[in-house]
């Protein structure tokens, strides 16, 4: 019973994805790596991408992005 308990931790750790591309917050904001809270969101759900995450019903992308230029 152990045995099988300890290969189901380890098996689920290794399934968890280590760079999520896109983290969910409790507040159904999807925040992509180019965001500048991403690397703050300790407590998240991870999406491959901003279309799989937007695919929740209720979520919605960060309404302040980092500039991807120079200011208008």
């Not at 799989?52 to 992005?65: F, H, N, Q, S, V």
Request: hydrophobic fraction near 40%.
């Amino acid at each position: 019973m152990k045995t099988i308990l300890i290969l189901l931790m380890l098996t689920g750790s290794a399934m968890a994805d280590p760079k999520p591309q896109v983290k969910l917050t409790k507040s159904l904001i999807c925040h992509g790596v180019d965001s500048p809270w991403f690397a703050r969101i300790s407590n998240y759900r991870a999406f491959k991408s901003m279309a799989d995450c937007l695919a929740i019903e209720g979520t919605r992308e960060p309404k302040r992005k980092k500039a991807k230029g120079g200011s208008k």
